[in-house]
């Protein structure tokens, strides 16, 4: 038995016939060698079966062989899979921002013509990383510099005003709100529709003793200023390390400057009709610093 396993009774015979002879026509020996032959028979097929495949599978094979992973095409696999997770995780990545985005936009609408415009610049000013490249760095006439969670202006010298610019901007019509705490000195505003090179700019500024002023240079000299309003107003919280929202709404040549919320004036002016923002200090009769947060402009 080649399966070490036990025979049925039949084969075990009882004492009283261990010696008879088995009847000739089923002798036990050819039926356990037919048996043990079709067994073996068996297992060569089975095995030659799987050698063949074996082989066909190592070299190639037929179109119906299953075919071997090779490395690179693990490799190729894996990136594949990689890639596919990377636009996915992209993509997320995307919507995520563009929810935050809408979010954003829906919590910071125009308040000087509600309804209308886009928002095109947010930035909380605590630092350079929103990409507009702010003005940085100290020279003998003023400073530029982020500070505090604010950015800064100030200038030492008196009856002089330094501008801080955003270089990368460049609006034409369009809402822009800052907003300005004077820290020591005179004055606070901002600049638009400027170019900063030349010092042709439009020039708007609050002062901690309720006055302002709103005028047209030609160039950074100030020989050739043109005022477009001025005065005083009760819409100014007066005095130092207090928080004025200032704004200017420019559509066409029409030109709107408010204080927190409020309209001072609106005049008529078509000398520049796009450029940078910036914000200054002037010191009109003390050396004057000023921290400036959460500029927003609304294009039209």
């Given amino acids: 038995n080649p399966y070490n396993t036990p025979l049925p009774p039949a084969y075990y015979p009882s004492k009283e016939q261990q010696f008879v002879p088995p009847p000739p026509s089923k002798p036990r020996s050819n039926r356990i060698g037919l048996i043990i032959g079709i067994i073996v028979l068996v297992l060569v097929i089975i095995v030659g079966g799987v050698l063949a495949v074996s082989h066909l599978g190592t070299q190639g094979g037929t179109a119906n062989a299953t075919p071997t992973v090779a490395p690179a095409q693990a ?3 894996a990136q594949a899979d990689a890639a596919a997770t990377a636009i996915i995780a992209t993509t997320a990545t995307a ?6 985005t809408a979010a954003v936009i829906a919590a910071n609408p125009n308040p000087y013509t509600p309804g209308i415009g886009k928002l095109a610049l947010i930035d909380p000013l605590s630092d350079n990383s929103e990409g507009y490249k702010w003005d940085t760095g100290t020279q003998t006439d003023g400073t530029c510099a982020f500070s505090g969670g604010s950015y800064h202006s100030s200038t030492p010298k008196t009856q002089f005003y330094y501008v801080c610019s955003a270089a990368v901007t460049d609006f034409s019509n369009f809402a822009f709100e800052v907003q300005a705490k004077i820290l020591k000195g ?3 505003g901002m600049v638009f529709r400027a170019d900063t090179n030349t010092g042709k700019l439009y020039f708007f500024e609050v002062c901690q003793d309720g006055t302002y002023s709103f005028s047209r240079y030609l160039d950074f000299t100030g020989t ?5 309003a001025g005065g005083s ?5 007066t005095g130092l390390n207090q928080t004025n929202t200032i704004a200017v709404v420019a559509q066409g040549s029409t030109l709107t400057i408010y204080v927190n919320k409020q309209k001072l004036s609106s005049v008529t002016d078509s000398s520049f009709t796009h450029g940078q923002i910036g ?9 004057t610093e000023v921290a400036f947060n959460n500029a927003k402009v609304w294009t039209y």
């Avoid at 050739?224 to 477009?228: A, E, G, Q, T």
């Avoid at 107003?233 to 919280?237: F, K, N």
């Avoid at 914000?279 to 050396?287: E, I, M, Q, R, V």
């Fill in 186 to 188: 005179d004055c606070s």
């Fill in 75 to 77: 490799t190729g696999t």
């Fill in 233 to 237: 107003s009760a819409a100014i919280v």
């Fill in 95 to 100: 919507q995520a921002q563009a929810s935050a």
């Fill in 224 to 228: 050739n200023v043109k005022d477009l």
């Fill in 279 to 287: 914000l200054f200090a002037d010191a009109s009769n003390h050396p």
